[in-house]
């Protein structure tokens, strides 16, 4: 897998750093077809060194864009940070369950009063024990009529034999002669309790204008006609700013704050909706940062003695993200080790106690985020030849009698002060071609 690069330079200057590559490696092919390298063992090795610098250089340009990315959800300057990522709640999640739509603002507060819910109709037939024969003359002859359209349902209390059916027998075919009715807008069932069953008509959705009627003769179906449940709108009332009004909808589910909020009615009583920050994802964004800054670190100190860059960007990470007050007032802490630790309790707590100071600390102008970041930055951009300076100059120097190997091409490219390779972003380049 090839290091990605070349980041904001122009085709002129990525076409330019090509020409020269294929231009060095031309010129290796056909010296080498006069003096063919002699020293297998020597090629050998330095393929080893080129390969442990390659991947070294591919763990830094990961783990250093990691932290970069992990401080981009935590800095104020990126749009996409923590801080701006509202989530809509609320109070009382029995009273109503609040999520946000679109583009919430941070400082919605709505006091909501709920007084009904939304309800749909439901019309249930007196209860016979279920294989129990109905009595003579109980056909069902009667009109479901709804907003939508109305069915005629027409059943016989006789089997063609002329025997009795039983109660379960005439709910069942009724049930099947309202369903095939799709456009109806009204759904039946056979609900059966203690051996007991009943025909049941509900509508198919809530409110007022979804009801329906049902006339006629219900025969063997005794009380369908009347309902158990009324068809009902949900009404709530809105408070904002001061300002009350009150609603009704067909549904339980309603929009708020000019449909940035969709909220689920759950039950009748009082309720705050409100928006803000998540303080669980900010804690897990520290969490990731504190993690990446550590990493980083490790791999520094693990090959600071690659080169001078890899030296000074150690030297720079080991300052820490901001002095040890300002770290603990994060419930962030050094372990014996010297590195990070965070106490995610502790960093909840200073959010819930002073959220617009801790957010400063952390996502602020020169809060830690933008320190991290501003350090991981600066160790990509700086040149490849001072990263790993030292593998370089003894990369050359295993291979002195060895002109045309991998490395002196490397170092011979290096030091040719193209400026395609004048920052770490491009170093992909060069190994795409040599790998």
């Known amino acids: 897998m090839a290091i990605s690069g070349i980041n904001g330079y122009n085709l002129y200057g990525y076409q330019n750093a090509m020409n ?4 060095s490696f031309v010129q290796n092919t056909q010296r080498q077809a006069v003096s063919p390298v002699k020293r297998p063992s020597s090629v050998s090795s330095s393929s080893s060194v080129y390969g442990d610098i390659q991947s070294f250089l591919k763990s830094y340009q990961s783990e250093l864009t990691g932290l970069e990315a992990a401080a981009s959800r935590l800095t ?43 309800q749909a109709q439901k019309n249930i037939s007196s209860s016979h024990y279920s294989q129990e024969t109905v009595d003579e003359g109980a056909d069902m002859d ?24 039983t109660y379960n027998q005439m709910y069942q075919e009724a049930a099947k002669a309202i369903n095939a009715q799709s456009s109806l807008g009204v759904k ?46 949900a009404e709530y009332t809105v408070t904002e700013n001061g300002y009350s009004q009150t609603y009704h909808s067909s549904s339980n589910t ?24 998540d303080e669980d994802e900010v804690v897990s964004a520290v969490e990731d940062l504190v993690k990446g800054y550590n990493s980083v670190t490790k791999l520094l100190e693990e090959n600071a003695g690659r080169g001078t860059g890899a030296a000074a960007h150690l030297s720079s990470f080991k300052r820490g993200m901001a002095d040890e007050k300002t770290l603990k007032a994060l419930g962030i802490t050094y372990d014996k080790d010297g590195y990070l630790q965070l106490d995610k309790d502790a960093l909840k707590e200073a959010l819930e106690s002073d959220f617009e100071g801790t957010q400063s600390l952390i996502g602020g102008q020169f809060g830690i985020a933008d320190r991290a970041a501003a350090r991981a930055g600066s160790a990509l951009s700086d040149s490849v030849q001072r990263i790993v300076n ?31 390779l004048s920052n770490y972003y491009t170093v992909g380049l060069l190994f795409n071609m040599m790998a």
């Open 390 to 420: 030292q593998d370089l100059a003894s990369a050359i120097t295993q291979n002195q009698n060895d002109n045309y190997a991998g490395y002196t091409q490397f170092g011979n490219f290096v030091r040719s002060g193209a400026y395609n």
């Open 20 to 23: 020269m590559l294929k231009l």
């Open 254 to 277: 309603i929009s708020l704050d000019y449909g940035r909020i969709d909220a689920a009615l759950k039950g009748t009583g009082d309720t705050r909706v409100y928006t803000g920050v």
């Open 188 to 233: 039946a069932s056979v609900s059966n309790a203690e051996g007991k069953v009943s025909l049941v008509l509900t509508s198919k959705s809530t409110g007022e204008a979804n009801g329906f009627s049902v006339t006629g003769n219900v025969g063997a179906a005794a009380g369908l006609e009347n309902a158990s449940v009324q068809a009902q709108d």
């Open 142 to 165: 009667f009109k479901i009529t709804s907003g939508s359209g109305e069915a005629l349902v027409s059943i016989s209390s006789m089997n063609e034999n002329g025997t009795a059916k």
């Open 76 to 118: 104020g300057a990126s749009s996409r940070n923590v801080f701006n990522d509202y989530k809509a709640a609320s109070t009382d999640e029995q009273v109503a369950v609040a999520k946000g739509s679109y583009r919430l603002r941070g400082n919605t507060d709505i006091s909501l009063n709920v007084g009904a819910l939304a």
